[in-house]
């Protein structure tokens, strides 16, 4: 099946220092992949959407300044965490949405995930 | 704005036994129903999908019925294995790909 992968899968970085995440897809191309965000215990909340070509839409409370997004290609979008405060720690996860064949056919595949600690 | 609400963990059941984990959901229209599964240490994996009233998503013998009646999508598994140990997620989307996701249920199995 389709293969989505993040990088890297942990960090740990000091405060007010910026992270990038890369979310790539393996074997497919990708117009729109999503950003989540994960709290121990809780479920996926989503943060934004990344467009191909275009600016990301960010969900409802999420600083678009602080979590940049660039989807630079089909394959690859990145989340940077700007000035980075110990608040930003948690798991964050991307998804990719697979056309797939046809009609009914889409399908998101998940990324491992990117655990980020800000000391 | 659209929600799932999904039965709270922690599942404890002995191999063999049948798993049934509750969601129901609040939206407008007619939304998509999923239920994934996240495994120990790996990313989210969709376990299985319906997309209409009535539709039955089935896979590696759990199943789920999309009642629009009921706005309910339980996951039900007659005989579990140590295997299904994992998180599982309810989650829907008005087909527009953007998901929203229930709280995850913790599902152990036993030998």
């Known amino acids: 099946g389709a293969v989505v992968s993040q990088h890297p899968s942990w960090v740990i970085c000091k405060s007010g220092t910026s992270v990038k995440i890369e979310c790539r897809s393996l074997?497919?191309?990708?117009?729109?992949m999503f950003w989540y965000r994960q709290f121990p215990k809780q479920s996926l909340m989503l943060m934004a959407t990344?467009?191909?070509?275009?600016?990301?839409t960010y969900e409802q409370g999420v600083e678009k300044d602080k979590f940049l997004i660039n989807h630079a290609s089909l394959t690859l979008s990145t989340l940077t965490v700007t000035s980075a405060h110990p608040e930003d720690s948690s798991f964050y996860i991307c998804?990719?949405?697979?056309?797939?064949w046809g009609a009914g056919e889409e399908t998101q595949y998940f990324g491992p995930g990117t655990r980020l600690l800000v000391l | 704005g659209d929600s799932v609400t999904q039965m709270e963990g922690p599942v404890t059941l002995s191999e063999e036994a049948f798993l049934t984990i509750n969601c129901t959901y609040t939206a407008t229209g007619y939304p998509s129903l999923f239920w994934y599964v996240q495994y120990p240490g790996e990313g989210l994996q969709l376990l299985l999908k319906?997309?209409?009233?009535?539709d039955k998503g089935s896979n590696k013998g759990f199943e789920a019925t999309y009642r629009k009646e009921t706005t309910s999508f339980h996951l039900e598994k007659g005989s579990v294995q140590v295997s299904d140990s994992a998180v599982y997620f309810c989650?829907?989307?008005?087909?527009?790909?953007?998901?929203?996701f229930g709280a995850g249920t913790t599902v152990t199995v036993r030998a």
């Open positions: 074997d497919f191309q990708a117009t729109t």
């Open positions: 989650a829907l989307t008005p087909n527009d790909y953007k998901l929203s």
């Open positions: 319906a997309t209409k009233a009535d």
């Open positions: 990344s467009n191909e070509g275009s600016k990301a």
């Open positions: 998804s990719a949405r697979d056309l797939g």
